[in-house]
């Protein structure tokens, strides 16, 4: 199946990074490379971009898609890992990092990563394809800790139902497909529940964040990027869950905030001074002409911030 990505809020992503033509640039998600390809473009000769993605089969495509840039450089690696990678490479700090924290078209819709409750697939959903799968998480976790994933990662209000079923019907047999886990969970919430929407979306949602340890490697990530920006350097991330842009938005928050003595202080003590700057201080969203061209736009959020000069 081709490795298909239509690139979120692209015009706003490099609009956001004010993109220097002899700067150097990370694409800490390189997916389809979408995002890597129009920052590349906007390379000169002194410029360089480098692309990371956990998934080999995007490193794969990231790779041929951007071989005709000279400026350009794809690794598999993991946006958390970001910091070791630049030393590897001799890199102090850089200009620019874009983090697209979606799972992409081609993951969603290539049915034998089990990413998809529409697909008949094994219970997979690696994004590395390695390490715990979906199946080894659904088949061995406890009640208690199925039920705590389901409303913590998902939050998802039927959660103790939902685990309670799993572990009945792993009892008899283990659950091995996307199909067979879809069916517990529309057998275990309310009918209501099941005309309004899918309900296995939050349920599906919350065993892929466990099974990739995605907001291990996201508060990581963030906290790696930021401080590998120059004076002036902007990071910009697209959300698309709630969980992940309260997450952005706290990191963001921090790095901005100034003084943190007590307030019946009369004077600040601490000499703490904001590390950044919000370059949009409400998240940007997809605009109506990208959302008729991209439905899977609808949930992104875009937040940018932009590292402080030294003091």
């Known amino acids: 199946m ?6 979120v809020m ?32 906007r390379l000169g000769s002194n410029g360089r971009l480098i692309a990371l993605d956990r998934d080999p089969d995007a490193v794969a495509v990231a790779s041929q898609r951007l071989s005709v840039y000279g400026n350009a450089q794809v690794i598999h690696s993991n946006y958390s890992e970001m910091r070791g990678v630049l030393d590897s490479l001799g890199i ?32 997979d959903m690696r994004m590395s394809k390695e390490g ?13 800790e199925l039920a705590r994933i389901l ?30 886990l879809a069916d517990i969970v529309r057998m275990s919430v309310p009918q209501k529940a099941r005309r309004e929407k899918n309900p296995c979306k939050k349920t599906f949602q919350a ?6 340890s995605e907001f291990d490697h996201l508060s990581k990530g963030l906290e790696d990027a930021f401080f590998c920006l120059k004076p002036g350097g902007r990071l910009a991330v697209i959300t698309f869950h709630s969980l992940e842009d309260r997450l952005v938005k706290q990191k963001f928050a921090g790095w901005c905030k100034g003084c943190i003595c007590p307030p019946d202080f009369p004077q600040c003590v601490c ?7 919000l370059v949009n201080r409400k998240p940007i ?17 875009l937040r940018i911030i932009e590292r402080s000069a030294e003091p």
């Open 271 to 277: 000499g703490r001074k904001p590390q950044g700057i």
């Open 151 to 180: 409303f913590e990662y998902g939050e998802e209000k039927f959660s103790r139902k939902i685990a309670s079923n799993i572990v009945k019907t792993r009892m008899e047999s283990p659950i091995r497909t996307t199909l067979q």
């Open 10 to 41: 692209l015009d706003e992503c490099i609009s956001g990074l004010d993109i220097r033509p002899d700067g150097i640039y990370v694409d800490g998600t390189a997916g389809g490379a979408g995002h890597s390809a129009a920052i590349a473009s």
């Open 285 to 301: 969203e997809a605009n109506e002409e990208e959302l008729e061209r991209n439905s899977r736009s609808r949930s992104a959020k």
């Open 2 to 7: 081709e490795f298909t990505h239509i690139p």
């Open 92 to 123: 102090d700090k850089v200009d620019g990092i874009l983090m697209d924290l979606g799972v992409s078209s081609y993951q969603l819709d290539e049915g034998s990563r089990g990413f998809s409750y529409h697909t008949d697939a094994p219970l």
């Open 207 to 212: 065993i892929r964040i466990a099974v990739n």
């Open 132 to 144: 715990t799968s979906a199946a080894d998480v659904v088949n061995t976790c406890s009640e208690q």
